[in-house]
T-cell receptor, first 112, second 113 residues
Framework: DADVTQTPRNRITKTGKRIMLECSQTKGHDRMYWYRQDPGLGLRLIYYSFDVKDINKGEISDGYSVSRQAQAKFSLSLESAIPNQTALYFC???????????FGPGTRLTVT | QKEVEQDPGPLSVPEGAIVSLNCTYSNSAFQYFMWYRQYSRKGPELLMYTYSSGNKEDGRFTAQVDKSSKYISLFIRDSQPSDSATYLCAMSWSGGSNYKLTFGKGTLLTVNP
């Protein structure tokens, strides 16, 4: 089984809808991250969490919120989706004191 | 100026060629350097990780860091069609508990049989 899983893998939604992307990991890592990837813009950090009680904004957090339900679960919400949030979303994890991040397979989100 | 610059390519080479992928950076505080490989429709996977200036070799792959020039490279020897992917450089600095990565935009590589 994959160490970092994301659901759903693909999602099409309409402008104004609320949507949640979920991430689970079995690596036992404390740290979890949400990124979005856009053509020509690379990977950009949305939010990160160093433990269950620690949530931090990344470089592009506007329009997004997150919840760290447990050490192994980190979800990303779009409260009111807009078309420019169409992108590939990745969850990643890392161990304490490590720079090595491990990525999930991604969620392709389309907002129409 | 972006903190990390990476030529997006695309780069197309014949099988067996030596490939050179490069990134430049502006933040002299960066000390940790990584290369990720991302196949189409997959998440990035860590390929190599270096800390110091100099070369690090792993099979057909060599990562090179030149901190004085703020320049890192990934060399792929005897390239194979299975190396066709997007390669992203990533780097971080040692500052308190900051373990965030700054990524380049990625270079799309195609190795033709």
């Amino acid at each position: 089984d994959a160490d970092v899983t994301q659901t759903p893998r693909n999602r099409i939604t309409k402008t104004g809808k609320r949507i949640m992307l979920e991430c689970s990991q079995t690596k036992g890592h404390d740290r979890m991250y949400w990124y979005r990837q856009d053509p020509g813009l690379g990977l950009r950090l949305i939010y990160y969490s160093f433990d269950v009680k620690d949530i931090n904004k990344g470089e592009i957090s506007d329009g997004y919120s997150v919840s760290r339900q447990a050490q192994a679960k980190f979800s990303l919400s779009l409260e009111s989706a807009i078309p420019n949030q169409t992108a590939l979303y990745f969850c990643a994890t890392s161990d304490f004191n490590s720079y090595e991040q491990y990525f999930g397979p991604g969620t392709r989100l389309t907002v129409t | 100026q972006k903190e990390v610059e990476q030529d997006p390519g695309p780069l197309s080479v014949p099988e067996g060629a030596i490939v050179s992928l490069n990134c430049t950076y502006s933040n002299s505080a960066f000390q940790y350097f990584m290369w990720y490989r991302q196949y189409s429709r997959k998440g990035p996977e860590l390929l190599m990780y270096t800390y110091s200036s100099g070369n690090k070799e792993d099979g057909r792959f060599t990562a090179q860091v030149d901190k004085s020039s703020k320049y890192i490279s990934l060399f792929i020897r005897d390239s194979q069609p299975s190396d066709s992917a997007t390669y992203l450089c990533a780097m971080s600095w040692s500052g308190g508990s900051n373990y965030k990565l700054t990524f380049g935009k990625g270079t799309l590589l195609t190795v033709n049989p």
